[in-house]
């Protein structure tokens, strides 16, 4: 899986073509990353892309995520058919 920071830099490519992204994220654990997809989430993203996060993992925290307007789904659990308190209308951006 991509790191969160390089995720953003995808996005920024397709800015005005994208309403929502979907990113599922299994460690948040780098700061140096998750500052740098905050950058260019705050810088171009922000008034153009809703996020949804999807938390796959132990490494994985909504905490230090919680400088994002996103929607948080928890998914550590993957024996599950989809993740904690899932619904496809908030996910994507309905």
Not at 11 to 22: D, P, R
Not at 81 to 88: D, F, H, M, Q, T
Request: one cysteine or more; glycine letters at 6%.
């Amino acid at each position: 899986m991509a790191r969160l920071g390089n995720a953003m830099q995808a996005l920024v490519q397709s800015v005005g073509k994208s309403e929502t992204a979907i990113i599922f994220i299994t460690d948040t654990s780098s700061e140096f990353d998750i500052n740098k997809a905050l950058g260019l989430y705050n810088a171009i993203l922000k008034n153009h892309t809703k996020l949804t996060f999807i938390l796959a993992g132990e490494k994985a925290k909504a905490e230090n995520l919680a400088e994002f307007n996103a929607t948080i789904f928890d998914w550590k659990n993957m024996d599950l058919e989809k993740p904690n308190n899932w619904n496809a209308f908030k996910a994507f951006g309905c």
